[in-house]
């Protein structure tokens, strides 16, 4: 090992133990802040960088990395994200998110596509490391922080994990849901963790162990997934402070009724800049690769949640991880998907791989266009639909879509 191999090696170790320090279930800590060595230029595992295969012809931007162990169905992978990505390039369907005004100026043209896999193979095309946005594609790493420290029932009982079939921050919703009868427990009108009312309950109910603040359990949390240290883009976070005044009603309602405990404009705020986090396409992959492993960063080895907050999250993630449209994704390609307004898209195929994509214009349910087509590609081709079996055992019988044919006549010997 070289000079700068153990130079790396070493910040590697020391960002895996101070992360797994920042997200520890333990007691108190002691420490004032979350520290983080600063993360060199190269992607931490570029000591695992195998090869990098040519650009499909006539693609700029078009070129495979591909990084960590190699992996059985290495070629299935390149070709499936590489025949994805030449797909829909020229897909110019949506239109960016102007709510938030500064992600309106973001070029729609970017696009870049990541699939991370359990063993930690990175492949990815176009923008994939183009930093944005992450927005509501971090409301599943949050609400898994809390299912690990509060408990899985804590985030049923005070946020609920029913689709509420309404936009992702839909008043509407939270009033009707106010009027369905539940015992005094079960609060419901937040609807799931992935709304917008649900999203900003997670923050207020985040437990913190005593010398912690709440930023720092956010950031550590999503740092711990990606493997990395993030930041937060202030240009996105001061234009969504400025122009969140849907949200400061929504915050306003759930205070009202009691679902928000502390103060709603603190847990508004903390929320809005837990969606101003940039991440790229191949952090989200990597995010998604956590999951897709039982909780353990496939590239840092960190054990970041449980296997069992693991399964308690992406069934959130598959009940509503795009929002109004999630059932007809669920129906058509089977796998549990977060999508941001940001563009971004985190897909999770458990026990295999996961799928990172960006590109920034939207359907009108706030989901990017491309990136849902891109992954709806690739899982045709890598299969991953979680419904998806094979009869076992004996080969067919005949008459598979209709009723078993007569049993053929019995040649009866009559002796006469
Ligand atoms: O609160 C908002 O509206 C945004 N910060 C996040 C919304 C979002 O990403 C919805 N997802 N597709």
Redesign the pocket.
């Given at each position: 090992m070289n000079q700068t191999q153990r130079l790396l090696v070493a910040v590697v170790v020391s960002f895996s133990s101070m992360v797994a320090c920042a997200t520890s279930r333990g007691g108190p800590s002691t420490s004032p802040a979350v520290t983080y060595a600063p993360p060199p230029d190269l992607p931490t595992n570029v000591l695992l960088a195998t090869t990098t295969t040519a650009a499909p012809a006539g693609e700029p931007g078009g070129q495979i990395s591909e990084y960590g162990p190699s992996s059985q169905g290495d070629a299935a992978y390149r070709s499936a994200l590489s025949d994805a990505y030449k797909s829909f390039k020229g897909l110019s369907e949506g239109k960016n998110a102007d709510?938030?005004p500064i992600l309106a100026s973001v070029d729609p043209s970017l696009y870049g596509l990541v699939i991370v896999t359990v063993q930690g193979a990175v492949y990815e095309i176009g923008a994939a490391r183009q930093e944005f946005s992450i927005?509501?594609?971090s409301k599943p790493f949050t609400v898994a922080r809390v299912i690990e420290t509060a408990g899985a029932d804590a985030v049923n009982k005070r946020i609920g994990v029913n689709a509420t079939g309404q936009k992702?921050?839909s008043i509407l919703a939270i009033d009707l849901l106010k009027n369905i009868p539940s015992d005094k427990e079960h609060l419901i009108p937040a609807g799931n963790p992935l709304v917008?009312p649900g999203?900003i309950t997670t923050v207020d109910l985040l437990p913190v162990a005593a010398g912690m603040d709440k930023w720092s359990v956010i950031i550590g949390n999503l740092e711990a997934f990606a493997g990395r240290k993030l930041t937060v883009n202030d240009e996105v976070y001061r234009s969504?402070s400025e122009t969140?005044t849907?949200?400061r009603a929504i915050v306003q309602l759930l205070k009202d009724y009691e679902v928000i405990k502390g103060d709603p404009l603190q847990a508004l705020d903390l929320?809005?800049r837990q969606?101003s986090v940039s991440v790229s396409a191949r952090d989200l992959g990597v995010m998604g690769a956590t999951l897709a492993n039982g909780g353990r960063n496939p590239l840092t080895g960190v054990q970041v949640v449980s296997p069992a907050t693991v399964a308690k999250a992406l069934a959130i993630v598959a009940t509503a991880g795009f929002?109004e449209t999630t059932g007809e994704w669920l129906y058509r390609v089977g796998v549990p998907a977060k999508?941001?307004?940001?563009g971004g898209i985190v897909a999770v195929v458990p026990g295999r791989f996961a799928i990172g994509t960006f590109s920034p214009p939207?359907d009108p349910?706030?989901?990017s266009v491309r990136g849902q087509r891109a992954v709806e590609a690739m899982i045709q081709r890598l299969g991953g639909n979680v419904f998806a079996s094979r009869p076992a055992g004996r080969a067919p019988q005949t008459g598979a879509t209709g009723p078993a044919p007569a049993p053929a006549p019995t040649a009866v010997a009559r002796k006469n």
């Open positions: 709510y938030i927005q509501s594609v992702f921050n917008n999203a969504e969140n849907h949200n929320y809005t969606c929002y999508s941001g307004v940001g939207l349910a706030g989901n």
